[in-house]
């Protein structure tokens, strides 16, 4: 589908159903799969051969599915997972192992930070964050010979801050690692990391890309573009036999189109099991379809959001780089189509109080731990989302006390710019 617009990979990668089969991507609903013998069964346990034996490490439909978000973002291979924090991990973890240093950008999503910073500390593994406005030279020095990745959000949740992929990508590179971006909130139809130096790409596609609020999910794509056996002594897990599934050295076998994905799939999924169902698979599919005609809806309202509130005497800022005075409008215009994505965070000047004040008067938007689908929702992070950080890891993400995350759906937007009117009246 490479020689086809977005729009149309939206709706048709990923399957192409042959004569007399289903032309909606089928539900494999089936945990096993029968075969004529064993040894046609060992040849894919062997990875000699491509297949599917137990739907813990693939499925069909699950298949069909990543296949089309690897369309989209550009890349040559793809895996679905069942949550986009278990993408996050799984995308760290296939290279990441005890004693292993990443350099990640401190403005992320609170789970992500937590997970990094906290829970894959006990794993051995160390981080340092970094702000995503440093220098080159700054960026350079948080390196130290066991960095094994370069980690950051395309359009940071909740404080919108953008990265700046070329420079990311260019540091990591000249350290010989990769850089893993996630990008949720633009998804492909804004943003496509992997044009701009990025070697995989992660989503949580429980947001945007489901568009519902129906199934959580999560997706990992590999550009195929980093080359793991020029850098085998940095990545062992790649570029040595695996003893744990017959001696396959990945990289070799695989290439660097297909080394990423086949040990995340073959390895870590066998012992994590963090899959998606079929049935999720094919929600997701459904919102995949229509999903260049719902983002510039997002954007649009969410323009119009912005700068209504940042018309507002009693908001302090707006954060939304689609605001000619954000201080991320110059990279927004080089990396993100369309403005970026349907969310605007925005701060109050009364603090905490005045924030939950607003929140309690909304009518239309929902209070929901939620974001990115086409139902308007409304969060406080430092109450929610990051309620693990303390007031400096607040600052370093991003996320004041009076800080209010909202996101803009599909409703008409008049009367999403009444329901905000109405709530600040209460401030």
Not at 129 to 151: G, I, K, M, Y
Not at 202 to 227: E, L, Q, R
Not at 292 to 297: E, F, I, L, Q, Y
């Amino acid at each position: 589908m490479s020689d086809y617009s977005i729009g149309t990979r939206c709706v048709q990668a990923g399957y192409t159903p042959k004569n007399g089969e289903p032309r909606q991507v089928p539900i494999i609903q089936s945990t096993t799969f029968r075969y004529d013998s064993s040894e046609a069964m060992g040849r894919l346990f062997d990875l000699k051969e491509s297949g599917y034996f137990y739907t813990r490490l693939q499925n069909p439909t699950n298949d069909f599915v990543a296949a089309k978000i690897a369309a989209l973002e550009g890349g040559c291979a793809a895996m679905l997972t069942s949550s986009g924090q278990a993408a996050t991990f799984l995308s760290l973890f296939n290279i990441c192992e005890c004693g292993a240093h990443i350099v990640a950008s401190s403005s992320i999503y609170g789970g992500s930070f937590n997970l990094i910073a906290v829970t894959m500390k006990k794993m051995g593994i160390r981080a340092s964050f970094v702000s995503p406005d440093c220098t080159e030279e700054e960026l350079n020095a948080a390196f130290c010979e066991d960095t094994r990745a370069v980690f950051g959000e395309t359009v940071a949740n909740p404080a919108l801050t953008v990265l700046d992929i070329e420079k990311f990508a260019k540091a990591a590179h000249s350290h010989g690692v990769p850089l893993i971006v996630d990008n949720t909130f633009p998804t492909p139809i804004n943003c496509r990391p992997i044009e701009w130096g990025a070697d995989i790409v992660i989503h949580s596609t429980t947001k945007y890309m489901d568009g519902h609020g129906v199934a959580v999910g999560g997706a990992i794509v590999d550009s195929g573009n980093f080359d793991w056996l020029a850098h085998a002594d940095k990545f062992p897990g790649l570029c040595t036999p695996d003893e744990s599934y017959h001696g396959t050295c990945y990289a070799e076998s695989f290439g660097k189109e297909g080394a990423f994905i086949t040990k995340c799939t073959a390895q870590l999924m066998r012992d994590f099991g963090c899959i998606p169902s079929p049935q999720n698979a094919f929600y997701l599919n459904l919102g995949l379809e229509s999903l260049h005609v719902r983002m510039p809806r997002h954007v649009e309202n969410a323009q119009a959001a912005a700068e209504f509130l940042d018309a507002q005497d009693k908001v302090l800022k707006v954060n939304y780089p689609g605001l000619p005075g954000n201080r991320y409008h110059g990279l927004a215009e080089k990396y993100l189509h369309g403005g970026g994505c349907g969310v605007v965070s925005f701060e109050l000047s009364g603090g905490r109080e005045a924030a939950e004040r607003f929140m309690g008067k909304l009518k239309l938007i929902a209070i929901e731990t939620h974001v990115a689908d086409a139902r308007s929702c409304c969060l406080h992070p430092a109450s929610s989302t990051h309620r693990q950080l303390n007031d400096s890891q607040l600052a370093a993400a991003g996320v004041a006390p009076g800080l209010i995350r909202v996101s803009l759906g599909l409703e008409d937007r008049e009367d999403l710019l009444a329901d905000l009117k109405h709530a600040l009246e209460a401030v």
